[in-house]
């Protein structure tokens, strides 16, 4: 049986899986998620409407970029490297970037599409919904349909008040992966791993493609442009294996101290709110969302919507720390603290959580 992605071009989590099965050479075929594919497969399948969702090889229905990708990887059967490196440091890295790329720089992709670019979007996710349609027809649907998705980019926190500083933390993201990639590959070096496709999520589908961010990022930031076009369209090139030393590339540390500074501080909170929460709800699942939260970015303090999903996240990077022998485990504890991250070191872990639907439950 073929493997099969349900998704679509302007899906941020599409092109996340998208570009590893390319990637990991793995043949598959990609159905477009029109209102009778969410309708037949989708919603009958997972229960819910939300894509990526992929049909592998066994039949088998899968869905969550994350829990898709490490499904299909100790299936591979071809003669790249894996995804995950095997050191122990930079794969610490590539799962802090894989969540970094997955629940943290989702602000300003939501932010250039809905700020700049809405009607555009809108047209697109009617296309999307109804391919068969007149445009005019799919602008329509697509207002319809695109109301929850519009508003995602203030509920995470891209008011109008924090604008400036979600445009300038993303503008300083671009320039540090400019210098990086005007170096190397990839986000680790030779090959592409994990780290590298929790970025080309939002990097690709929306700040590479949307018209207005698309337009700043081939400007500013042509070598981050080069890498999403070579990592989405082209990703044979990213096979060359790492070499076993596990250091950290220079140019990426503004990236990761930038990670450190923006998002873990937010996160400590989430938890904080998640393990209240699970105390005064034993054993239920959690909402999407628990309210909202305070969180600064570049000086300015905004408020954003508490996901405990993103804790599902953070506990694969903790998982890994705390799986370290005693040696790696001290060089990582440096390795953090040089960055600014020692909030993963003690972090404030809610009790175990699963990953369910689009939020989580107790383990
Ligand atoms: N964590 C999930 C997120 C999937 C997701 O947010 N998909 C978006 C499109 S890119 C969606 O369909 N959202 C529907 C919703 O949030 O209700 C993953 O990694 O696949």
Do not use: C
Not at 216 to 226: F, K
Not at 334 to 346: V, Y
């Amino acid at each position: 049986m073929t493997t099969t992605l349900y998704g679509a071009e302007v899906s941020y989590f599409t092109g996340k899986v998208r570009a590893y099965l390319r990637w990991a050479a793995i043949p598959f075929e990609e159905v477009l998620s029109t209102a009778d594919v969410y309708r037949q497969v989708i919603v009958p399948a997972v229960g819910a409407p939300v894509i990526p969702v992929l049909r592998d090889g066994n039949g088998r229905i899968l869905q969550d970029s994350t829990v898709i990708i490490e499904t299909l990887e100790p299936a591979r059967t071809d003669d790249g490297p894996t995804l995950h490196p095997a050191t122990p440091l930079r794969k610490l890295v590539a799962l802090m970037l894989e969540a970094y790329g997955d629940e943290w720089l989702v602000i300003p992709a939501m932010h250039y599409r809905w700020f700049y670019d809405r009607d555009w979007a809108m047209a697109e996710f009617g296309a999307m919904n109804a391919p068969d349609e007149s445009a005019e027809n799919q602008l329509a649907i697509g207002q319809k349909l695109a109301v929850p998705f519009s508003k995602a980019a203030t509920l995470l926190g891209a008011t109008e008040d924090m604008v400036p500083a979600v445009e300038t933390a993303y503008e300083n993201l671009l320039a540090e992966l400019d210098a990086h990639f005007a170096e190397h590959p990839a986000l680790l070096g030779s090959q592409a791993t994990i780290a590298d496709f929790g970025l080309i999520g939002p990097l690709y589908a929306h700040l590479y493609r949307d018209p207005t961010a698309g337009k700043l990022m081939r400007e500013r930031a042509p070598n981050v442009a080069r890498w999403v076009e070579q990592l989405h369209f082209e990703p044979g090139g990213l096979r060359a294996p790492l070499d076993d030393n596990d250091r950290i590339p220079e140019t990426l540390l503004p990236v990761l101290k930038r990670l450190a500074r923006e998002m873990l501080p937010a996160m400590v909170d989430v938890a904080h709110h998640v393990r209240a929460w699970m105390a005064e709800h034993p054993g239920e699942t959690l909402p999407r969302a628990l309210g909202s939260h305070a969180f600064t970015l570049e000086g300015r303090e905004g408020s954003r919507i508490i996901r405990p999903y993103s804790l599902w996240m953070i506990q694969r990077v903790r998982d890994h720390l705390n799986g370290l022998d005693a040696d790696s485990r001290r060089r990582a504890d440096t390795f953090l603290r040089d960055i600014g991250a020692e909030a993963l070191i003690d972090f404030p872990d809610p009790p175990r959580l699963a990953q369910h639907k689009l939020t989580v439950r107790p383990a």
